[in-house]
């Protein structure tokens, strides 16, 4: 451990994310542990962050304040609900650190407080926080650009464990909006959410999206392009979700030097259309 590391505090610190991503930390070289905050009235408030998620003692107890939590801390990961992350967006200003967003489910509302937020704090926000995801991403831009709408129909088709609580996934937005933007479409104008009875034949140029939760499945995504007589799927499988840990960290470590801001996973690695 270096005086160099970057000290990062993780929100929502016992839930499936957060004890994957203190176990993720505890192995990557460069970030340490600051702090871990939990909601008030959780069980696990002044239980030992490592041990909970499995790390071993780290000396760090989950405390639920985060105002005291983001004192002396360079970053947050956070993984929590909307409300959750508005709240920690607002604080992450005031204490002048780099906040990163998995939250997936956030209203325009949410989003605005957000990007007001990031006139002080360096924000990531994504969807997916994985490298492939992200490629994923770019391709299904490019598919879609390349691939006239007359012709092509573009269906985002996603699977998550049965304990998700929005839908379609943050995953499966993030790449119909990459589909729309390679058209020059508004997707929140052209998506089709939900079929169900006699619903005619399908409107040239949506992108549909279809959402299926059962078991423990991490996160599966293809979108298909379909034109007559061929299909071109792109997919991608979350086999691990400590892809999405390794990610955010990365991201935090992209963000501790950067100005104030907005940023997305494709500024992170490079990949900004």
């Given amino acids: 451990m270096s005086e160099h590391d970057m000290k990062l505090v993780v929100v929502g610190a016992a839930g499936r994310m957060g004890q994957t991503i203190i176990r993720v930390i505890q192995q990557m070289p460069g970030v340490r542990l600051h702090a871990a905050v939990e909601r008030e009235g959780s069980p696990f408030i002044g239980k030992d962050a490592g041990e909970l998620s499995g790390a071993g003692f780290v000396g ?4 639920s304040d985060p105002l005291e939590a983001f004192l002396h801390a360079e970053g947050v990961i956070d993984f929590t609900s909307p409300a959750g992350s508005v709240e920690f967006a607002a604080l992450a200003a005031q204490a002048r650190i780099v906040h990163v967003i998995g939250t997936t489910g956030c209203s325009t509302a949410d989003n605005e407080k957000i990007a007001a937020a990031a006139r002080h704090a360096r924000v990531v926000k994504s969807g997916n926080m994985s490298l492939g995801v992200n ?7 490019q598919a879609a650009k390349a691939l006239p709408a ?10 998550h464990h049965k304990h998700k609580v ?21 997707l929140a104008a052209q998506s089709v959410r939900v079929r169900d009875g006699h619903t ?6 949506t992108i549909g999206f279809a959402t299926l939760r059962g078991g423990s499945v991490i996160g599966e995504h293809s979108v298909i392009l379909a034109g007559e007589g061929e299909l071109v799927t792109l997919s991608h499988s979350a086999l691990d979700r400590s892809i999405f840990a390794r990610g955010a960290i990365a991201a ?3 963000a501790r030097p ?3 801001g907005l940023y997305s996973m494709l500024d992170v690695l490079g990949l900004t259309r």
């Fill in 150 to 159: 007359s012709g092509w129909d573009i269906e985002v088709l996603e699977m």
């Fill in 60 to 63: 760090v107890p989950i405390t």
């Fill in 258 to 260: 950067e100005k104030p």
């Fill in 135 to 141: 490629l994923l991403g770019v391709l299904v831009e």
């Fill in 200 to 205: 005619g034949a399908r409107s040239e140029g």
């Fill in 252 to 254: 935090a470590l992209w």
């Fill in 166 to 186: 929005d839908a379609p996934s943050g995953t499966a937005l993030l790449l119909g909006e990459a589909a729309a933007a390679g058209r020059k479409i508004d």
